[in-house]
């Protein structure tokens, strides 16, 4: 008797193979249950409008945020973040309608077939963007606003494993640059850039740049970013600034010491200004 057990789930009994299966039989691992009485038919009329609404939006996106497309077709054919977005708009469909396995079925063919991992659960707004892709990952409870653009390698990642509101919220016109992560259930204001490999874990307020690890604000501006804006590598650096403004004081102090040896030639040359260039 101790090689049998029963079901957690209808009570059968499951033989010594199916204990590895969390005490559970076959037949209830893979029940898929839809309760089709529960569908809203104006809700999913709007939501498929919604869907090519999106595509068209997303599409146009990419034309205007990337100066190598040219045709509809090299778009619709070889851009991988437009296929990525327009197959998690689809999954996204299903999982609102609570349709168990298929939302994750479908955006793990996404991430095979365009190395961009986007989960069915996400909410992404209009007018958003993949430039290039490889490495994206947006998570289940991420909240992307309008006219958002991603580069290649970004994360929207979770801090906890608890299943609750654990991934960030961006707001609209935010560019995010190439390898950065944003972590937990932080905010990201409107209009706001992230530096390419920065790591954000706390709340970017509206029209600001953030770089480094953990990332700062080194810029914030009441002036409105351009509505398309992809200078994602074109950041400030803060530790660029920090030095040259030792560097200032410590020839400012020598001025105080006229038998002070004076070098001719700096040992480090640094480049700065509004927003120092670096080393």
């Not at 038919?41 to 609404?53: A, H, M």
Request: aromatic content about 8%; charged content about 25%; some cysteine.
């Amino acid at each position: 008797m101790d090689e049998f057990l029963s079901c957690l789930s209808c009570g059968k009994r499951l033989d010594s193979k199916s204990k590895k299966n969390h005490g559970q039989c076959t037949e209830c691992l893979l029940k898929l249950e839809f309760k089709a009485e529960d569908i809203n038919i104006e809700f999913i009329q709007k939501y498929l409008q919604g869907i090519l609404d999106f595509f068209v939006s997303d599409v146009n996106a990419a034309f205007n945020k990337d100066p190598a497309a040219r045709t509809l077709i090299e778009v619709l054919t070889s851009y991988p973040g437009i296929k990525a977005v327009l197959i998690y708009r689809i999954a996204h469909f299903f999982w609102k309608l609570n349709v168990p396995y298929i939302p994750r079925y479908i955006s793990d063919i996404a991430r095979e077939s365009t190395a961009i991992d986007i989960h069915p659960g996400a909410e992404i707004g209009s007018d958003f963007f993949i430039d290039h892709g490889a490495g994206v990952v947006i998570g289940e409870t991420a909240e992307i606003g309008n006219n958002v653009t991603f580069y290649s390698g970004v994360v929207l990642g979770g801090t906890n494993l608890e299943q609750i509101k654990r991934h960030p919220t961006l707001g609209d016109n935010v560019v995010v640059g190439t390898g950065a992560k944003i972590l937990g259930p932080i905010t990201i204001g409107d209009n706001v850039r992230v530096g390419a490999n920065s790591v954000v874990v706390n709340d970017v307020p509206p029209h600001c740049v953030v770089v480094g690890v953990p990332a700062k604000i080194v810029s914030k501006k009441g002036e409105k970013i351009e509505k398309i804006d992809l200078r994602h590598g074109d950041l400030p650096d803060p530790i660029s600034i920090a030095i040259s403004h030792l560097d200032k004081r410590i020839k400012e102090l020598e001025e105080h010491f006229p038998y002070t040896k004076k070098f001719k030639d700096d040992d480090i040359e640094i480049f700065y200004g509004e927003y120092g260039e670096g080393i």
